[in-house]
């Protein structure tokens, strides 16, 4: 790793993270004019959590030193995953960007999350935390499996770096019934833990509803601000992983020019069209049943059991 | 579902409603230029008490809900129907005579709440015993003609996430505790906006079982949005204007 | 309407005078306390079809409780004990109702009464107890754009154990505002009792003032069409509710936008989007030209048509039918015994309809088809709110293709003596009643649909999970403004 | 030899260090023997600490190149009364001994009753466990091993707990039998009792003999361990017996049994390719111990239960491992020593966070007398330096990155993937394993969510709760270094990985090389990984407070009206949804009854255990009979057990040599 090596994985985990607020913004676009409304701008994402960011933080009087610990423990665990991520590079910080460390540092994530919703004491923050931890007992080994499969796939180890650079060097022969199996199993798994329809309306104005928005119901201003940054920064990590993992074409692994530029184009295409497919999910499905979701769950777990299987059966 | 969202998607004509086209729709209000004789039977006709025939002919345009009971009872037919102003900041710039006849609104909140919040607004809306109708508007402040989301005004959960409290209704005794506990709830910066006739006098309820005249005695008020109820596109341009944006 | 002579009973008969009737297939419509030396007269308004009766009983303080024996009464006892101090001895439930509040002497009675300083009767806890088992309380200030109210949850986990309705955040005591001179302008303080039935409240007013004076054809059939214009925006919105709180967001915005068209429609031609002001004792206010007659059948046709294919893409799309279906139901008996009305007893196999029972305007010279379905689910609900948007529709087109021409409002007397409106708002059978004394309103009594109905919901919640309460809710569609007066 | 300019020789060295580290406990035993008074038992205490510390120095002593091994000098029919210490003993022997003290010192700081019996055992439990790990003939395993279950069994009195400690007996002492009659026989095939002669029994004992041998070892500690089925006595006994005892036992004991499974599996009996076979009956028993563990801590009422099913699991996790070391040793040496290293590195990680944890729970029931966590909440307020340890030995147990915890199953899941997946149908085992593993540690971790969260965040739900009783003066001291301890075994895991993966070889006798490294990822990850955590939280928190709006403190958000204590989420109603989706395997176990009185209705939700329900409740019937006659005949009187379990030992090894 040379110097300028360095540099660019920092840049890209930079981009990374500068980029999610539009990711979202994108999103919200696209779902505003499939319901014939022109929608807020882009933009619009940036400028909520700057207000946010300036406000008067209102904190719960039961609530401990923890609550105000968790927003920063959040965005620290998402600043580690988007250094961990390839993004337009495959290169990440190697050796450090470790498969089975990321999915420990999602649980991490998820356990703050839970912890600051029992904080305050509110029914409603429970019910999000025992909603999320029911979604997560089915969610995290899930996508532990899905990602394995990937490391088992390419033989590479549980090097990210080494891993996503395997299967961009084989571009189209990649595709196999096990890297199929698997993206199946991790887009349901990118939707659950996103916690986005059908498993959970983002946009929900209803407190008996919520699972994500329950858990936040206690938090503003800043802390506010860093928990909706992080949840915007997980979502965009996971379309990030999906675009250069499971579509593997165009993403650079040389750092030359000409490869870098594609790889930026073909991210930039891959994640519009993610976006797209998250927006048109959510608006042609409705959130389902808080029971039903576990058989989305164990579906998506067990494609991911396939994918492993199917590696050596196949 | 998926052709309608495809086609929506793709469809450049889109119902929403320039600023234009919204401010080109007055609501109009009862209004004496002259030639009144202070016979006072508008006045006993208003409902809601809102006309003042005592010293000059005064409409409380905090009052009125925009009924026009009052025009046809003039002898002299000196009420005419006239353009009511958007919005106030202050409750006594609602009072309108002979020597303050009713204009466009002006005026912006303080600067340091513009600067914070100007471009993003949250908003909490907060029932205090309205009857409903300005709910149904404020719910489609959202539809995809008003689609204030284009704005950056939108509907929040938890007074937490709010900037602004939306408040409907005459107040009345068994709410007060809980708007209290709202605005208590909200991080400041905040703007706490009364929306609609019972919010800003209690209006047609003044004197029934409700807490004061008004949202006002309760919380402070930043900005008062009169009518009964407010039609969406007035609420949307009130609280844009009113951060001065266009 | 005027109410003829009340069958008199002795209180302590009255519960088992109520229970005959019952029996015999009658059902309470309505119950209130008017004021009378040395006590109050408790009457009970009963109704089977066509046929209105009215049970009444002069009590002193207390009497044995209705409820006892007729559960529907439960709701009225509370509030007649919290408002008229008539103690209901034997309650099983007795838990303030809308007022809430300690003080000497009760809201509607004439003495003086005061208030013991801002504090509020407690909430109690609901009656279940188990360890695990926790409540959720919820409201009155509620995450979305809703009216004020508490929703109670005793739950150990998802699935609701108890769920308890505590109301009254709305209450502006519209009832004691009403009473004073019969002369009175009413009519705006009636349409301001629950906005989005501004028409079948001012239309129930206007039955009482107007005693048994026929109105011109001409504005009956107006009154009609502003009924039904009513009755299609209110089911609108719970249609596209319903989308919204199953975040079924495209089906949802597509509601109400053909929502939106129909208010804009209402502004245009009748001055207001919730049709206040139209309706006026002895007629209405603002006569429809021609122009204004096929913009009119436009507008409706086109929500009609919005209707129905909204209601298309919830049945076409699975995952909203799998949340609809089986969630939230309500059975015939439970409809039957909390006496429910409108929309929520018609999806649970009560088709009562007081358009087609005791047709009040043109009603009776119209032809329509009263929609029931059995299953009492949500989705039933949504389907008798669709079904029922179409045959508005034809309603508002029957009356546009014969529109009478002519006057639109006559003068009218109030008669003295015990008159009540009954007239099917959108939400269901809507009753006002008044007690005129020497050209003097002594007692108004309001009874909104959602009075009964909001009991009936305590039953059909329960086994759902919680998360499903929001959309029973919406399909219920009550109202808290109405309920509280 | 020459240590610090001195000379000696070693044997006078190993001598002393032998008698240094017994004799102080000895003392002990018999001061509290023949003394009542609280302030002797401090003293006895004491010298159990002193004897601690002395071993503490087991694993210098041993780097340092001391053969530490001595023969008590007894004269016996049966054999000799060796103590031997290897490599992975000394490391296995100085942890326990740290642990063993920071729990002493608690014992010393929080109980100012418990009397100078209480003390005197803990000395004999010292002893016991550190002469069973330490034992080099068969005799003095086994001995020391009943000693262990003895004293356990006789310092987890307390109230009237009987039922408890009794179940607790009879299911030790099975294993305790088993162990004999595994250990006797082994004797007899090797012909010798000296445990260190014992090289490679397995071509001796022919591969079925050792299979069966294997799990009879397996079983027979695991009883402590609380393989299924014979984790039925921990939850009770966690929850009745004095904390110091589940702390010992679940940590110390478990150590010893531990260290003891893989010393005979890997060293005395030998494994060859033909006992794969047994490894994966080993490996069904463990992983349905695991999700049996974490499915049951779901629901569990009792902060102390909860936690006895977390032991069940953690120790469930560290057997897997074992099995798998035996699955993978033949193909993949350095496979196997990834995976042995993060099974003892587990143990040690658990025996920290597990103490913690236990001790901090209790000091929470001593402060507010509540032992139900439905009824708890809101302490993180009123006892935040509690809160603050505890919430580190919570992270740990969740694996959280950068706890030791996190360090432990990462490792396990890199073993487990780093198999090779193209023989032995290992395709479809192993993401079987890496699933089950998956699974039970998020259900652990929302367990352990629920337990801190119901315990220390939210708002008081009873009364006790508001105001507790300040926690006793040095109490938080021993639980602030086991913290440490948590956190500083995360960061520096490389180090402790290191020192493991030497001393297995002399378990597996394998040559250093190829290092198990060669098969890791990230070889800094933990404390690059927890630096980065670390500062970067530190730097964030930092960054943002400069300039921020002030903060104010309001009450919960309640939408407008009054909460009380009853209107937060409730524990039981918390991991509901997650029983729901798990029902099958509560099954009929979940019972909600409802009554209904005149006016408020009233329903009770209760889970049994099904193994306690349909195979110790007809056994216990059985059992506590027995043990019950037994009780009356002893009479709790300690000599008279120790005559019963000296012959029993006598007996069977006589037979032994009879045969």
């Not at chain 4, 302030?39 to 041993?62: E, R």
Request: with cysteine; glycine share 8%.
């Amino acid at each position: 790793m040379n110097p300028f090596e360095i540099v660019l994985m920092a840049l890209q985990a930079a981009a990374l993270m500068a980029v999610s607020p539009l990711v979202v913004g994108i999103i919200r676009k696209i779902k505003a004019r499939m319901q014939n409304k022109v929608g807020a701008s882009v933009l619009q994402p940036y400028r909520d959590l700057r207000k946010m960011f300036r406000k008067e933080s209102a904190v719960s009087e039961n609530a401990s030193f923890l609550f105000r610990l968790i927003p920063y423990v959040c965005l620290t665990s998402m600043l580690l995953l988007a250094a961990m991520t390839p993004f337009v590079y495959t290169q990440v910080i190697a050796p450090y960007a470790d498969v089975i460390a990321m999915v420990y540092i999602f649980t991490m994530f998820r356990f703050a999350m839970v912890l600051g919703g029992l904080e305050g004491g509110s029914a409603f923050g429970g019910m999000g935390s025992s909603r999320e931890v029911m979604m997560s007992v089915l969610i995290e080994p899930a996508l532990l499996i899905s990602i394995m499969t990937l490391s088992a796939m390419t033989g590479a180890g549980f090097d990210l770096s080494a891993i996503s650079g395997s299967i961009n060097a084989r571009g189209a022969a990649a595709i196999c019934p096990a890297l199929l199996l698997a993206g199946t199993s991790f887009v349901i798994t990118m939707v659950a833990e996103n916690t986005r329809v059908p498993f959970d309306n983002p946009d929900t104005h209803l407190e008996l509803t919520m699972v994500h928005e329950g858990m936040l119901l206690e938090y503003s201003g800043r802390g506010l601000a860093i928990m909706e940054f992080a949840s915007m920064v997980r979502l965009t990590i996971f379309m990030a992983l999906l675009g250069t993992l499971f579509f593997p074409w165009g993403t650079a692994m040389a750092m030359t020019a000409a490869e870098l530029s594609v790889s930026l184009l073909a991210i930039t295409v891959k994640m519009l069209a993610i976006a797209f497919g998250i927006a048109l999910l959510e608006s042609t499905v409705a959130k389902m049943r808080v029971f039903r979701m576990p058989n989305m769950l164990t579906a998506s777990f067990a494609l991911a059991l396939m994918a492993m299987v199917s590696l050596y059966v196949l | 579902m998926i052709r309608r969202s495809i086609l929506n998607l793709l469809s450049p004509k889109k119902p929403a409603e320039s600023i234009e086209e919204m401010g080109s729709r007055q609501l109009l209000m009862p209004f004496v230029r002259g030639g009144c004789d202070g016979c006072g039977k508008c006045a006993s006709a208003c409902p809601s008490g809102a006309i003042d025939v005592g010293k000059e002919w005064t409409i409380d345009l905090g009052k009125c809900i925009f009924c026009m009971d009052c025009v046809g009872e003039c002898p002299l037919s000196a009420i005419e129907r006239v353009p009511s102003p958007l919005y106030a900041l202050k409750r006594e710039d609602l009072v309108f005579g002979a020597s303050r006849p009713p204009g466009p609104a002006g005026g912006a909140l303080d600067e340091p709440t513009v600067a914070a919040l100007g471009e993003s607004v949250s908003i909490r809306e907060l029932d205090t015993g309205s009857c409903n109708g300005c709910e149904v508007e404020v719910n489609c402040m959202s539809n995809p003609y008003y689609d204030m989301g284009r704005f950056g005004l939108k509907i929040v959960a938890s007074p937490r996430h709010a900037d602004m409290l939306l408040v409907t209704g005459p107040m009345t005794n068994n709410m007060r505790k809980a708007a209290l506990d709202t605005f208590e709830a909200t991080p400041s910066p905040k703007v706490v906006v009364a929306m609609g006739t019972c919010a800003i006098s209690g209006g047609i309820f003044a004197g029934g079982d409700v807490s004061g005249e008004g949202v006002g005695d309760t919380l402070g008020v930043d900005l008062f949005i009169p009518g009964c109820p407010p039609p969406p596109e007035r609420a949307v341009l009130a609280i844009l204007r009113a951060f001065g944006r266009q | 309407m005027r109410l003829g002579d009340p069958i008199a009973c002795d209180p302590a008969l009255l519960a088992q005078y109520v229970k005959a009737y019952c029996d015999e297939g009658w059902r309470v419509v309505s119950m209130f306390a008017s004021e009378s030396s040395p006590g109050s007269t408790v009457n009970v308004l009963l109704r089977r079809g066509g046929e209105v009766a009215r049970v009444a009983s002069e009590t002193v303080g207390s009497y044995p409780a209705v409820s006892a024996l007729v559960p529907a009464a439960s709701v009225f006892e509370r509030a007649m004990w919290e408002m008229s101090g008539v103690v209901p001895e034997g309650h099983g439930y007795l838990v303030p109702a809308i007022y809430w509040r300690k003080g000497d002497g009760h809201p509607l009675q004439k003495a003086p009464y005061s208030i013991d300083g801002e504090e509020r009767v407690p909430l109690p806890n609901n009656p279940i107890r188990g360890a695990g088992l926790f409540e959720i309380p919820v409201g009155p200030v509620h995450a979305g754009v809703i009216e004020p109210g508490h929703f109670r949850f005793s739950v150990a986990g998802e699935p609701i154990l108890e769920m308890r309705v505590h109301l009254g955040y709305a209450h502006k005591g519209i009832e004691k505002m009403m009473e004073g001179p019969v002369s009175r302008n009413r009519a705006h303080l009636a349409e301001r009792i629950s906005g989005d039935n501004a028409v079948a409240h001012s239309l129930a007013c206007a039955h009482i003032v107007e005693g048994d004076a026929p109105v011109p054809r001409r504005a009956r059939q107006i009154r009609v069409i502003l009924s039904e214009i009513e009755r299609i925006h209110n089911h609108l919105d719970v249609l596209a509710g319903l989308c919204t709180d199953c975040a079924f967001s495209v089906a949802a915005a597509y509601g109400s936008e053909v929502r939106e068209r129909l208010l804009r429609a209402n502004r245009e031609i009748f001055g207001n989007r919730l049709l206040m002001g139209n309706v006026v004792p002895g007629g209405v206010r603002n006569d429809l030209s021609r122009e204004d007659v096929s913009k009119l059948e436009a507008a409706v046709m086109h929500a009609g048509f919005g209707a129905k294919k909204l209601e298309g893409y919830i049945r076409r799309t699975p995952s909203v039918v799998d949340r609809l279906e089986t969630t939230g139901v309500l059975r015939t008996e439970d409809a039957l015994r909390y006496g429910t009305v409108g929309v929520v007893a018609r999806a649970s196999g009560v088709a009562s309809d007081v358009r087609a029972e005791l047709p009040y305007e043109e009603y009776g010279a119209l032809s329509f088809n009263p929609v029931s379905l059995k299953k009492g689910d949500v989705m039933s609900r949504a389907a008798v709110r669709a079904d029922e948007i179409v045959e508005s529709v034809s309603l508002i087109l029957q009356c546009t293709s014969e529109m009478e021409e002519g006057e639109i409002r006559r003068g009218y007397e109030t008669p003295d003596g015990l008159s009540c409106g009954i007239v099917e708002s959108p939400r269901g059978e809507l009753v006002h009643c008044a007690d005129v004394r020497d050209g003097e309103v002594w007692r108004y009594s309001i009874r909104d649909p959602s009075f009964v109905n909001w009991p009936a919901m305590e039953v059909a919640v329960l086994d759902n999970i919680v998360p499903d309460f929001p959309l029973i809710n919406k399909s219920f569609g009550l109202s808290y403004s109405g309920n509280d007066v | 030899m020459d240590v610090l300019g001195f000379h000696f020789q070693d044997t006078v060295i190993v001598a002393g260090f032998f008698a240094a580290t017994l004799v102080p406990a000895l003392v002990g035993i018999v001061l509290g023997a023949i003394f009542k008074s609280n302030k002797v038992a401090n003293v006895v205490a004491s010298l159990c600490i002193v004897s601690c510390a002395v071993s503490v120095s087991t694993y210098p002593l041993w780097h340092l190149g001391l053969a530490l091994e001595y023969t008590l000098p007894i004269p016996s029919a049966i054999g000799e009364y060796r103590l031997a210490i290897d490599q992975l003993t000394a490391c296995m022997i100085s942890f326990s001994s740290v642990i063993f003290m920071l729990i002493v010192v608690h014992v010393v700081k929080s109980t100012s009753d418990s009397g100078c019996r209480y003390s005197a055992l803990l000395n004999a439990l010292f002893l016991a466990c550190f002469s069973c790990m330490s034992a080099d003939s068969v005799l003095v395993l086994l001995f020391s091993w009943e000693l262990v279950t003895l004293t356990t069994f006789l310092l987890s009195k307390k109230g009237n707990n009987d039922h408890a400690r009794w179940m607790f007996f009879a299911i030790a002492h099975l294993g305790g039998m088993v162990l004999i009659c595994a250990y006797s026989f082994m004797a007899s095939v090797a012909g010798t009792q000296v445990l260190s002669q014992w090289d490679g029994l397995s071509s001796a004992l022919g591969h079925w003999t050792s299979m069966a041998l294997i799990m009879a070892i397996v079983m027979g500690f695991g009883t402590k361990l609380g393989l299924i089925p014979f984790h039925a006595w921990m939850p009770d006994l966690y929850a009745t017996a004095p904390i110091h005892t589940a702390t010992l036992l679940s940590t110390v004991c478990s150590n010893v049994a531990i260290l003891m499974v893989f010393k005979t599996v890997f060293s005395y009996i030998g494994i060859t390719a033909a006992l794969t076979p047994i490894a994966f009956a080993i490996v069904i028993i463990a992983v349905a111990t695991a999700l049996w563990g974490a499915l049951e801590s779901l629901v569990q009422r009792e902060p102390k239960k909860l936690l006895a099913y977390s032991s069940m699991e953690n120790m469930a996790l560290v057997v897997l491992c074992m099995a798998l070391g035996i699955i993978y040793i033949v193909e993949s040496p350095a496979l196997a020593k990834l995976v042995l290293v993060a099974g003892l590195l587990h143990t040690l990680n658990h025996s920290v966070f597990k103490s913690l944890m236990l001790m901090s729970i209790d000091t929470v029931e001593d402060c507010t007398g509540e032992k139900n966590i439905g009824r708890m909440g809101g302490l993180s307020r009123t006892l935040p330096a509690l809160s603050a340890v505890a919430i580190i030995g919570i992270l740990a147990m969740a694996a959280v990155p950068p706890t030791n915890g996190f360090v432990s199953e990462w490792l396990m899941i890199q073993s487990l993937m780093g198999a090779d997946l193209e023989s032995k149908g290992m395709s479809l085992v192993i993401p079987l394993i890496l699933a089950a593993v998956g699974i039970c540690g998020m259900m652990m971790a929302a367990s352990y969510a629920r337990l801190y969260g119901f315990i220390f965040l939210g708002r008081p739900r009873s009364e006790a709760m508001e105001n507790p009783r300040p926690m006793k003066r040095g109490t938080i001291l021993p639980l602030a270094l086991l913290a440490a301890l948590c956190l500083g075994m995360g960061l520096f895991a490389m180090t402790i990985m290191d020192v493991l993966a030497a001393s297995i070889v002399s378990l597996i006798g394998m040559p250093p090389s190829p290092g198990y490294r060669s098969v890791m990822s990230g070889e800094l990850l933990p404390l690059v990984l927890g630096t980065a955590v670390v500062a970067t939280v530190a730097v964030l928190y930092w960054a943002s407070k400069r300039g921020a709006q002030p903060e104010r403190e309001v009450p919960t958000w309640s939408c407008g009206e009054d909460l009380d204590e009853n209107m937060q989420y409730s524990s039981i109603g918390f991991t509901q949804p997650l029983v729901k989706v798990f029902h099958p395997f509560y099954g009929d176990t979940t019972v909600v009854r409802e009554t209904k009185d005149s006016k408020v209705r009233t329903v009770i939700i209760e889970f049994v255990e099904p193994f306690v329900k349909y195979l110790y409740k007809p056994l216990g019937a059985l059992l506590t009979g027995i043990s019950e006659r037994i009780g009356k005949t002893q009479t709790g009187n300690i000599q008279t057990y120790f005559a019963y379990v000296l012959i029993t030992l006598v007996v069977t090894l006589l037979a032994v040599r009879v045969f």
